[in-house]
């Protein structure tokens, strides 16, 4: 028996990356799962390989930035299972650039994604986790709400501004109770498929954020996965309006050690 057999989630950013790992974790914890993403070819071929394993995914297209789209996923679900209780909201991109270099379009976009997304998402998920009585909202946030880096200005500042969405939102939730909990995951750096190869890793800026994460290493896809069925689950029954780093230390380290490379 899984934890989330039952369960009905939405995982936005869900083809790949972070997004696919949480997939990965939430269906083998018994969860039916919506992969949400852009990129159909690659959200539909993790759907079929998850079906073929016996487990219960399908795979939407939603631009997380359409409100329209983000209504029809959630009619779509709740047709398909009748429930929705959990949505990931974990679509997201970046722009490393500084405050004198960004553009005002540059920051628009970050913030259409990272944190309008999200908000979308969660005005339309709250009406129909309502109807089963509870729910858990998970919004991917980032390290960089806390650790900053001169090219963090604008994707640091949309992941602060979703750290902040997620408090109102589940104290808004719990005032009212809902038995809708919200929280927020903070990663630092994990080893997802995009910097998973040796070029990447011989980039001296990347090499440098290794040697600084205390547990000296970087995560793996799998372990935030765990995270989120963790926060899925009633193992996190009081838990909301709470910031989880998954960092491996990085984020409150204040020196990095000279003798790794
Ligand atoms: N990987 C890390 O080390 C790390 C660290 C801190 C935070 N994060 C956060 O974790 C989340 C996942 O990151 P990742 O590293 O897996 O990135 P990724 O680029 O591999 O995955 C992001 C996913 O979001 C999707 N996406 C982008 N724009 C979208 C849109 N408008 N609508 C729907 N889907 C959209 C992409 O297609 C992709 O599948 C992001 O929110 C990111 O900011 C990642």
């Known amino acids: 028996m899984g934890r989330l057999n039952d369960k009905v989630a939405i995982v936005t950013g869900g083809a790949r990356g972070l997004g696919g790992a ?5 269906c083998a ?3 039916s799962v919506v992969i949400a993403d852009v990129i159909d070819a690659a959200g539909q071929e993790r759907a079929a390989r998850l079906t073929a394993e016996g487990h219960k995914a399908h795979y939407v297209h939603l631009d997380v930035r359409d409100s329209a789209q983000w209504a029809a996923i959630v009619e779509d679900t709740l047709a398909r299972w009748g429930r929705l209780d959990c949505l990931v909201n974990n679509a997201g991109i970046n722009i490393p650039i500084d405050i004198e270099e960004a553009t005002l379009e540059q920051f628009q976009s ?7 997304g999200a908000f979308l998402g ?4 709250l009406p129909a986790m309502r109807k089963n009585d509870g729910g858990s909202i998970i919004n991917v946030s980032s390290n960089s709400t806390a650790m900053v880096l001169p090219t963090t200005s604008l994707y640091g500042a949309s992941k602060a501004a979703l750290a902040n969405l997620t408090k109102t939102t589940a104290v808004h939730c719990g005032l009212r109770g809902d038995h809708i909990r919200c929280n927020s995951i903070h990663p630092g750096m994990h080893l997802t498929e995009m910097i998973d190869n040796p070029e990447v890793q011989a980039l001296p800026q990347v ?4 040697s600084a994460i205390p ?3 970087m995560g793996l896809p799998a372990e935030f996965g765990k995270v989120v069925t963790f926060l899925a689950s009633e193992d996190s029954s009081y838990m909301t309006a709470a910031e989880l ?13 000279p003798s790794r490379g």
């Open 22 to 26: 949480a997939v990965d974790a939430l």
């Open 29 to 31: 914890e018994g969860a």
């Open 110 to 116: 970050i913030l259409d994604v990272n944190l309008l």
């Open 122 to 125: 969660i005005k339309v998920v």
């Open 207 to 210: 090499r440098a954020l290794k």
């Open 215 to 217: 547990m000296g290493r």
């Open 245 to 257: 780093f998954t960092d491996g230390g990085l984020t409150v380290v204040s020196f990095a050690d």
